[in-house]
């Protein structure tokens, strides 16, 4: 390329750049999300967690929770219990029942984790263990919380009626409709 060329390439160049808007703005009108701003403060990762359950996006929620606990470490009884009731809303009983029992552990004073802890053995079927639970729950509230109250009382209700030694046994018949269709009904 020759001298002449090259200049007259450059100039076309320095013109256009002149005429542009330029500059590291981002246009309002554009669909693309904004770029981080690496000063800011950092936002905290349980709020976000949080604000992500109250929205139902139970993996996101997780996700942010996880970010918490690299923040503030695996041990602390808030993760734990956040980890927890995320777990619960997903229906992860076993993971749940896990991380809320550590919560507690950490911090034995949170009826709300005590609550969530008794919902999970509820869930499960422990309904002893809920009682007492739920018992321990409303009694660190205070019988505040309506709540509370009324899981303690779906828990005892179902533990009365909980009946030993007496087999339910029940015959099914499968019966044929049509020609591929099937119902199962009681056998009498």
């Known amino acids: 390329m020759s001298l002449s060329r090259t200049a007259g390439l450059l100039a076309v160049i320095l013109v256009s ?10 246009d309002r009108n554009s669909p693309y999300a ?3 701003n690496r000063r800011a403060e950092p936002v905290d990762q349980l709020l976000v967690g949080h604000r992500l359950l109250a929205a ?3 993996e996101l929620a997780i996700s942010a929770f996880n970010r918490a606990a690299l923040e503030r470490g695996i041990g602390d009884a808030e993760v734990l219990s956040a980890l927890g009731t995320a777990n619960l809303a997903l229906g992860r009983l076993g993971q749940s029942e896990t991380l809320l029992r550590r919560a507690v ?21 422990k309904h002893a263990e809920a009682a007492q639970v739920f018992r321990r729950a409303y009694a ?4 505040q919380s309506d709540s509370i ?14 009946q030993y030694g ?23």
């Open 166 to 188: 007496i087999e339910q046994q029940q015959d099914y018949k499968l019966v044929r409709r049509g020609s591929s269709d099937y119902l199962i009904r009681t056998a009498l």
């Open 56 to 58: 139902k996006e139970y």
């Open 149 to 162: 109250r009324d899981n303690l009382r779906l828990a005892l209700a179902k533990l009365d009626n909980i």
């Open 105 to 125: 552990k950490k911090e034995e004073s949170w009826p709300e984790v005590w609550n969530n802890l008794g919902v999970v053995l509820m869930e499960r079927g």
């Open 140 to 143: 660190l509230d205070d019988g």
């Open 17 to 26: 750049a002149a005429c542009s808007q330029g500059g590291f703005e981002r």
């Open 34 to 36: 904004p770029q981080v």
